[in-house]
C-alpha cells in the first residue's frame, strides 16, 4: 500500500510531476545516489517507493524552490561549487615560539663571535663601536630604500634621548669589557642580577617603595650571583666589575627612557635606531682616546695571522648579529605581553650561558653551577612578581606612576645582553 497526504488546493500534482521525470532523458551517471526508500527518510512526505527515484538534473530541484510546494532542505555540498571554509585558524603559540627561537639563536651566535673576537682582538672599546656602527647604517640603509618608515624626530627628541644615550653606552661598553676578561657565562650571570640594582637605584635614589615581595625575590638573586662569583674558577676583578657597571647603567638608561620619552612618539626599532646613533657619536671619541688606532692596527694584523680570513667574518657577525637581535626581541615583544617576555628573557639567558660553557669549554664546579641556578631563578620570580602586582595595581592607580614601569623598561624594549 502506497501512503499519500492530502495537500492544500495550491500544490501540484504529484503524478504530472512524476511524469515530467519520467520523460525526461535519464543521464548515464548521476551525481547524487539512488533514493530507494524515501519513505523511511521523509516520513511526511508523499513519495511512492515501487520504482527507484533518480534526479536527473540539479536544476529541476529549483521546482521546489520556486513553487514552494515543499520545504525541503538539502545540506548536501556541491564537489564542484567552490565556497570558503569559514575557519578561522590561529596560531599564535607557533608565532611566538618563532621569534622566541630567532631571538635566542641570535643572541646565543652574536655572544659567541663577540667573545671570539675577543679572545685574539682584546680591544673591547673598538669591538663596541664597531657594533653600533654596523646596527647604525642596517637601520640607515632601511630608511633611505623605504624598507622601514624613518622616525620625525626634533631637537627636543635628541635632547632627552642624550642622556639615555650616555647610560646606553656605559652599559654598552662594560659589559663587553667584562665578556673580554672572563666567561660569557659568568658575565651573564653577574648580569642576572639587574633586578637587584633596578630596585636599589629606585629605592634610594628615586625614593620609590616596593612590596615585601619585591625584596624577598632579590633574595636568591644576590646570593645566587654572590655564589657563582666566589666559586668562580677564572675570576678576574676588571670582568666582575665590568658585568657590575653594566647593570648599574641600564639601570639608568631604562629610568632616563621612562622619564624623557614619556608621550614620545618614537618608539621600537626606530627608537634604539635613535639611540644607537647617538650612542655611536658619543662612544667614538672616546674609543679612540682608550686604545686608539696604533693600537687597532697592530692587533689587527696580529689577529689576521693567527687566525686568517675568517677573523674579518668574526667581526662582521659578531657586529651584525649584535643589532639583529635586538630588532627581533622587539618583534617579539610586539606580539606577547610583558609576562611572556619575561619568561622569554630568563630562557634566552641560560642558552646563552649553557651554549657558551658547551662551545668554549668553560670550567664549571658543581657549586659554581648552583648559584648560577639560584640566581637566575630568582630573576624568574622577580619578573613574576613584578607581572603579578603591576597587573594588580592596573586597578586602581595609573599605570604610569607604578615604579616597576621603570624597574625593567619593558615599555621600550630594553634587553640585558
Request: glycine share 6%.
Amino acid at each position: 500500500m502506497i501512503s499519500s497526504i492530502k495537500h492544500s488546493t495550491s500544490a501540484f500534482n504529484s503524478t504530472s510531476f512524476f511524469s515530467k521525470k519520467r520523460s525526461i532523458t535519464r543521464p548515464q551517471f548521476s551525481p547524487l545516489p539512488v533514493i530507494k526508500n524515501v519513505h523511511n527518510g521523509f516520513p511526511n512526505q508523499s513519495c511512492s517507493y515501487q520504482k527507484p527515484l533518480h534526479v536527473a538534473a540539479i536544476e529541476n530541484l529549483a521546482i521546489l524552490k520556486k513553487t514552494q510546494q515543499r520545504k525541503i532542505e538539502c545540506q548536501a555540498y556541491e564537489a564542484d561549487r567552490s565556497r570558503p571554509l569559514d575557519i578561522n585558524i590561529e596560531l599564535p603559540e607557533i608565532k611566538i615560539g618563532i621569534y622566541f627561537a630567532t631571538w635566542w639563536a641570535l643572541n646565543v651566535v652574536f655572544n659567541i663571535y663577540n667573545k671570539k673576537v675577543l679572545n685574539v682582538f682584546p680591544y673591547p672599546w673598538l669591538t663596541s663601536t664597531l657594533s653600533l656602527a654596523a646596527g647604525s647604517l642596517m637601520m640607515l640603509i632601511s630608511w633611505v630604500t623605504r624598507v622601514a618608515d624613518a622616525p620625525k624626530t626634533h631637537f627636543e627628541f635628541w635632547k632627552t634621548l642624550f642622556p639615555v644615550a650616555v647610560a646606553h653606552t656605559i652599559g654598552h661598553v662594560a659589559a663587553t669589557v667584562s665578556m673580554s676578561k672572563v666567561a660569557v657565562s659568568f658575565t651573564h650571570i653577574i648580569k642576572s642580577g639587574e633586578p637587584a640594582f633596578s630596585v636599589l637605584v629606585s629605592r634610594f635614589l628615586l625614593g620609590e617603595a616596593f612590596p615585601l615581595p619585591v625584596y624577598l625575590s632579590l633574595l636568591p638573586i644576590i646570593g645566587g650571583c654572590a655564589l657563582s662569583a666566589a666559586t668562580e674558577l677564572n675570576f678576574n676583578m676588571t670582568g666582575f666589575m665590568g658585568a657590575m657597571i653594566s647593570n648599574l647603567a641600564f639601570v639608568f638608561r631604562n629610568i632616563f627612557s621612562k622619564i624623557g620619552m614619556k608621550g614620545k612618539s618614537v618608539s621600537g626599532m626606530n627608537y634604539y635606531a635613535c639611540l644607537s646613533m647617538l650612542s655611536l657619536l658619543i662612544l667614538t671619541p672616546f674609543a679612540i682616546a682608550v686604545e686608539g688606532p696604533q693600537l687597532w692596527a697592530v692587533g689587527w694584523q696580529k689577529a689576521v695571522s693567527q687566525i686568517g680570513p675568517n677573523f674579518v667574518w668574526w667581526v662582521v657577525a659578531q657586529s651584525v648579529f649584535y643589532h639583529l637581535y635586538n630588532q627581533v626581541s622587539y618583534m617579539s615583544l610586539d606580539q606577547i605581553s610583558p609576562l611572556t617576555f619575561s619568561i622569554g628573557n630568563t630562557m634566552k639567558r641560560i642558552s646563552v650561558i649553557v651554549s657558551s660553557i658547551i662551545i668554549f669549554h668553560t670550567p664549571v664546579q658543581p657549586v659554581n653551577a648552583i648559584g648560577a641556578a639560584v640566581a637566575i631563578l630568582g630573576t624568574f620570580l622577580y619578573s613574576q612578581v613584578y607581572s603579578l602586582l603591576s597587573l594588580r595595581n592596573l586597578g586602581g592607580t595609573n599605570s604610569s606612576e607604578w615604579p616597576f614601569d621603570i624597574l625593567l623598561g619593558q615599555h621600550y624594549c630594553f634587553l640585558n645582553r
